[in-house]
């Protein structure tokens, strides 16, 4: 099959939801545009930005890495280690390879020596590894953005994760959570920056096929953690669904961020980021989310901004620091 836009080369990526196919260089320039619309769409970014990028070494967030330092943008990325045996080791390997042949060095937070690695969190609070590591990686994002004067965070979400996420809400009615999602969250007074989600438009398929071409080496393995995720059978669901009408994806995704959706009324009041919770937690519950009074304030033990007089990853180390001491106190005895 020729590509569809200069019918001279053979196509290498077949869409069917856009009825089109491209060469690789064809694609290039197909994939940039989707990203660039949908950042100029929703006014997610501005050229005078600097953008945190966080890199967890995979695809989507080294292909949104790629492209926005190929748009001009100033970034700089952020890699969290989780401190998962292996898999963290190998996804930081992946990030520091990539921002090398950029001529980049990363960010990185190690939770091991902030004292929180989330297998060994988790098990001492007996919560699920995603519903911390969403609290984690949330308060680390804002607080490297806020701390090195970045103006927005930028997250590698794709498509088919906000579809997944959107069908998730849908199905159990979750209306406020429904309220806040979006692919810009903006910021707020009190130390709260801007997040958004420039991926927004492009599918998953889409970015593996511009990372695969691009030649960009991204960790393929699933953090180990995911396996019980409850968004993976939303996605599943919606890749049938897809298959068989391609195109449902960004329809469905389009309506839902449509400002005329009533779904949506009220949430420009609703869209506190500090709220954004574990958005990116596969299976995660919005359990960790903070109540709301006004505007933020500073968090008496740490100083980042919240809605309670402690946030919420302050008062999850100290029920870790709890568990930690009842536990040795128990071996000591
Ligand atoms: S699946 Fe995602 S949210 Fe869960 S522990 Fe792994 S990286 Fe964190
Ligand atoms: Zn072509
Ligand atoms: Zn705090």
């Known amino acids: 099959m020729k590509c569809k836009r200069c019918r001279r080369a053979e196509a290498a990526v077949e869409l069917p939801s856009h009825h089109s196919a491209f060469c690789p260089d064809c694609f290039f320039v197909f994939f940039r545009r989707q990203v660039t619309e949908g950042i100029h769409k929703l006014r997610l970014l501005s050229p005078e930005d600097r953008v945190l990028v966080c890199v967890s070494g995979g695809k989507d967030s080294l292909v949104l890495w790629d492209v926005l330092m190929d748009e001009g ?3 700089e990325g952020l890699y ?3 401190g998962i045996d292996g898999y963290s080791g190998r996804s930081k390997e992946k990030v520091q390879a990539y921002a090398a042949s950029r001529g980049k060095t990363p960010i990185v937070v190690e939770l091991a020596k902030e004292g929180i690695p989330i297998p060994e969190a988790a098990r001492c609070v007996r919560m699920q590894e995603c519903s911390i590591c969403g609290t984690v990686k949330r308060y680390f994002f804002n607080r490297v953005a806020a701390e090195r004067q970045f103006t927005v965070v930028a997250t590698g979400h ?3 994760d906000e579809t997944a996420r ?3 809400n849908v199905l159990h009615w979750q209306r406020d959570h429904l309220a806040r999602q979006h692919p810009l969250l903006p910021g707020a007074d009190g130390g709260l920056v801007r997040k958004v989600k420039p991926l927004w438009r492009v599918s998953e398929v889409e970015t593996a096929a511009y990372g695969f071409l691009k030649g960009i080496d991204y ?3 699933e953090c180990p953690m995911s396996e019980d995720a409850t968004s993976l059978v939303y996605k599943e669901a919606l890749s049938r669904i897809e298959d068989r009408m391609p195109g449902t994806r ?3 995704y389009k309506g839902f961020i449509d400002p005329s959706n009533p779904l949506r009324k009220g949430a420009e009041a609703a869209a506190a980021p500090e709220d954004d919770a574990v958005e990116d937690a596969v299976g995660a ?3 960790d989310v903070e109540e709301r009074v006004g505007t933020a304030g500073a968090c008496v033990e740490c100083g980042a901004p919240t809605y309670a007089e402690t946030c919420s990853y302050c008062r999850l180390k100290e029920r870790v620091r709890k ?4 536990r040795a106190a128990r071996v000591a005895r």
Do not use: C, K, P
């Not at 568990?323 to 009842?326: K, N, P, S």
């Open 285 to 287: 519950t919005d359990a």
């Open 158 to 160: 794709n498509l088919d």
């Open 250 to 252: 960004i329809v469905f």
């Open 80 to 82: 969290i280690d989780l």
């Open 219 to 221: 960790v393929t393995e």
């Open 73 to 75: 943008y100033e970034t």
């Open 166 to 168: 959107l069908l998730g």
């Open 323 to 326: 568990a930690r001491e009842l």
